[in-house]
C-alpha cells in the first residue's frame, strides 16, 4: 500500500507510545507528523491520540496544552480521529482510575477496572476480536496486542469490537468519524498495519 502526503498528526501531550505509532504511520508511506499544538490539529487530515499512562494525569496534560478542545473541534468538523489504548478511553466520558476526571465525551461510556478473577493485571498479550464491525468489519477472531488494566464500555450501538480477559469489555468504539481501539495496532503484526491502512484511507489519504 501507498498513500498521499495528506498529513496525518499524532498529538503529543507527553504520554507514552508515540514514536512506534508514528513509525507504522510512515511505514505505510503516510506522511505523519507529531505534535502537541492546537493549530496542527484543526489542519490535519486525521488526527490519532496513542497514550498508555494515567486517565487523569493524561486527560489534564491534554487540557493544559489547548488539545483536549482542539481534538473535540476537529471531530466535531468531520476529520477522522482516532484513539489507541489511552486514547480510547479518554474519547469516553469517565475512568475509574481517575474519580472526578473528565475525558472527551466523544463517545459515551465509561472506564472500570477489569474484573478478571485469578488472572494477573495488567492484561498484556494477545488476544482475539468478537463482533468486529464498523472499521474493523471482516476481522473477527483476529489476534491483537493488548496491555491495559481497565476496560471501556459504551452503548452497543458504539461497539465496533469486543474482547474477553476475565469479562467482557470493547476491544474498540465507533461513532461517525470517531474511532478507537484499546489494542495497540502498531504492535499487533499485519493486522495491526491493515487498521492503520484502512484509517489513513479514511482520512483522503489513499491512493
Known amino acids: 500500500m501507498s498513500y498521499n502526503t495528506y498529513v496525518i498528526y499524532v498529538v503529543d501531550y507527553g504520554a507514552g507510545n508515540i514514536m512506534s ?3 507504522s504511520l510512515r511505514h505505510l508511506s503516510c506522511e505523519a507528523k ?3 499544538d492546537p493549530a496542527d490539529i484543526a489542519d490535519a487530515a486525521g488526527v490519532i491520540v496513542p497514550g498508555v499512562g494515567n486517565f487523569g494525569a493524561a486527560a489534564e496534560a491534554l487540557m493544559r496544552r489547548g488539545l483536549d478542545s482542539a ?3 476537529a471531530a466535531a468538523r468531520g476529520i477522522p480521529v482516532m484513539g489507541i489504548c489511552l486514547g480510547l ?3 469516553l466520558e469517565e ?3 481517575s474519580p472526578g476526571a473528565r475525558g472527551l ?3 459515551p461510556g465509561a472506564v472500570t477496572k477489569l474484573k478478571c478473577g485469578e488472572r494477573k493485571l495488567p492484561h498484556i498479550g494477545w488476544t482475539s476480536l468478537d463482533d468486529a464491525s464498523g ?3 471482516g476481522m473477527d477472531g483476529e489476534y491483537f496486542y493488548f496491555v491495559h488494566s481497565f476496560g471501556a464500555h459504551t452503548a452497543p450501538e458504539y461497539s465496533a469490537a469486543k474482547a474477553c480477559y476475565g469479562e467482557t469489555f470493547d476491544a474498540a468504539i465507533e461513532k461517525d468519524n470517531v474511532f478507537a481501539t484499546q489494542f495497540h495496532p502498531e504492535k499487533s503484526g499485519r493486522a495491526g498495519l491493515e487498521l492503520l491502512g484502512r484509517f489513513i484511507a479514511r482520512t483522503g489519504g489513499a491512493k
Do not use: P, R
Request: a negative charge.
Open 21 to 23: 505509532v508514528l513509525n
Open 34 to 36: 507529531l505534535s502537541a
Open 71 to 73: 481534538i473535540k473541534d
Open 89 to 91: 478511553q479518554l474519547f
Open 95 to 97: 475512568s475509574e482510575e
Open 105 to 107: 465525551g466523544l463517545i
Open 135 to 137: 472499521m474493523l468489519s
